[in-house]
C-alpha cells in the first residue's frame, strides 16, 4: 500500500465524514458513555 502512495495511485476510500455524521456520532458515543458510567455507579453503590 506505501507503494502505491508513493507512486501517486489512488486508491479511493470512503468519503470524507459530514458534519452531521460527526454530530450522530458523537451522540451515539455520549449516550454509550453515559449507559456505562451509571451502570458502573449502580453495580458500585
Known amino acids: ?3 502505491l502512495r ?4 489512488k486508491t479511493g476510500g470512503l ?4 458534519r452531521l455524521n ?3 456520532f458523537a451522540n ?3 449516550q454509550q458513555l ?4 451509571q451502570s ?6
Open 22 to 24: 460527526r454530530q450522530d
Open 28 to 30: 451515539q458515543l455520549d
Open 1 to 3: 500500500m506505501d507503494s
Open 6 to 9: 508513493a507512486d501517486g495511485i
Open 40 to 45: 458502573t455507579r449502580s453495580a458500585a453503590g
Open 15 to 18: 468519503p470524507a465524514l459530514t
Open 34 to 37: 453515559t449507559r456505562w458510567v
